[in-house]
């Protein structure tokens, strides 16, 4: 019964391939987010969809591209990936984007990606 | 000047101490307010919102100074279990920013 659960947890692949990781909320949120977590422990944020819509795409090179099919779905598909690449992702979801309702990010374990 | 700063630490405080971490922030339209708790190699977790008025839950005091534009954290009687990193998260329009985290290691 995992609220946000994300797939796989340990990717290992060599550099140029392309890969996928899924992420899916059975909370029913309307917002999802990608983070990403480098070796300094920073989490940045790099997508986010309200309603299947995007609403940030920060400055990510657009090898990155995220797709929402549903509210409860986010996935994050990888081109030609770098040794920089390496980090660790995590989705999360919130209940409603109009911050002033106080939703918090509830989060994915996240998926520990290295790049060889 | 970073959207939200904290004390990198680490702070290495003995059991049963009290001990408290600031947060600030730089854009003064944010909204709400948390507090979560990393654990190595695991998921952000919440740990509290913050709240204008302070909040309480158990050990933890949270606390919000919007004029100066910080908020902060207090631990009483600090357990081993606290260590952790603990990340100040602000969220505005549209957007949810983290800082890099406060990591506290509570020493037998």
């Known amino acids: 019964d995992t609220a946000v659960s994300q797939t796989p947890k340990y990717l290992v692949t060599q550099m140029g391939n392309d890969k996928s990781i899924k992420c899916e909320q059975n909370l029913g949120h309307d917002t999802m987010y990608w983070y990403k977590q480098d070796s300094k422990k920073f989490l940045k944020i790099m997508f986010s969809?309200?309603?299947?819509?995007?609403?940030i795409n920060e400055t990510v090179p657009n090898r990155f591209s995220p797709k929402s099919p549903d509210k409860a779905h986010l996935n994050l598909h990888i081109n030609s990936l770098e040794l920089g690449d390496s980090a660790v992702y995590f989705c999360?979801?919130?209940?409603?984007?109009?911050?002033?309702?106080?939703?918090?990010?509830?989060f994915g374990n996240g998926t520990r990606l290295t790049v060889t | 000047r970073k959207e939200v700063e904290q004390d990198p630490g680490p702070f290495n405080v003995p059991e049963g101490a009290t001990v408290a971490f600031n947060c600030t922030y730089s854009?003064?339209?944010?909204?709400?307010f948390f507090w979560y708790r990393q654990d190595c190699r695991k998921e952000p977790k919440l740990l509290m919102s913050v709240y204008s008025s302070g909040n309480e839950d158990g050990r933890f005091t949270a606390q919000l100074n919007r004029a100066s534009q910080y908020i902060s954290l207090l631990i009483r009687d600090s357990k081993l279990s606290d260590s952790a990193t603990y990340l100040c998260v602000v969220r505005g329009y549209q957007k949810v920013t983290f800082g890099t985290g406060t990591k506290l290691q509570v020493i037998p």
């Open positions: 969809y309200n309603n299947k819509e995007l609403i």
């Open positions: 999360a979801s919130s209940q409603e984007w109009i911050p002033s309702y106080n939703s918090p990010l509830h």
């Open positions: 854009n003064s339209a944010s909204q709400s």
